[in-house]
């Protein structure tokens, strides 16, 4: 007769195989990478340096479009008063101390008073591209990563299936997790890796864009103001 004792031990030792295992089959993020290979190391460091830029580029980029939407509220109603004042030095010593996108225009269209009003327009328009350009300046990398990002996962993939199938054929035929492991977490790894830079990547663009065009909607905005002022009958 089995005695209950025997029982417990069998269970408990069935309970410590199940939890070895469980324990076995636990896989940091680490070790999960470097399960893929060399091929699955380097396309994570590249994916893992795009990432790096991408995070880069949208701060530093917001902070700049940050910086360049500070207008004082009282700035265009300075500009027109001392227009209207002939004091045309002090509109530009203004300008340059508020020194954003939407002062350097009034600026610009400052120094043109006294031509007609479609020179001083087209001057404003020429500096409002320059303006724009460096608002959206490396704006278009993140575009490129986020579009990269995924390409280079999927490239993980393809490289990691062929690493698998190039396993089997040498494996006799003989299908074998184990000889497959390295090839399959080099094409999975690399795939959420993509996915995940490219997303990052994409979000990032489209928020950068957004408040890009803020600023330009506010620059264009006080420039119409400013000409308005200038067709104002005297």
Do not use: W
Request: aromatic share 6%; net charge negative; with cysteine.
């Amino acid at each position: 007769m089995i005695s209950l004792s025997t029982i417990q031990d069998e269970v408990e030792g069935l309970t410590d195989a199940v939890a070895e295992e469980s324990v076995e089959k636990t896989l940091s993020i680490i070790e999960l990478i470097t399960s893929g290979g060399t091929s699955g190391i380097v396309i994570i460091l590249i994916l893992f340096l795009l990432l790096i830029l991408a995070i880069y580029i949208y701060f530093e980029r917001i902070f700049a479009i940050k910086a360049a939407s500070k207008v004082d509220s009282n700035f265009m109603n300075q500009i027109k008063d001392h227009v209207s004042n002939g004091k045309i030095d002090s509109a530009q010593m203004l300008c340059a101390q508020q020194n954003s996108p939407v002062s350097r225009l009034i600026n610009k269209g400052i120094t043109r008073i006294g031509k007609p009003l479609d020179d001083i327009n087209t001057a404003i328009e020429n500096a409002g591209r320059l303006e724009i350009y460096n608002l959206e300046k490396n704006v278009n990398v993140l575009a490129t990563i986020s579009g990269v990002a995924p390409m280079i996962g999927f490239l993980g993939t393809v490289v990691g299936m062929i690493i698998s199938i190039f396993e089997l054929a040498n494996a006799g035929g003989t299908i074998q997790m184990d000889v497959l492991a390295s090839g399959l977490y080099t094409a999975m790894t690399t795939t959420v890796g993509g996915l995940i830079v490219g997303i990052v990547a994409y979000v990032a663009y489209n928020h950068v864009v957004g408040r890009t065009n803020k600023v330009v909607y506010q620059m264009e905005a006080n420039s119409i103001e400013f000409l308005d002022h200038l067709n104002e009958p005297i």
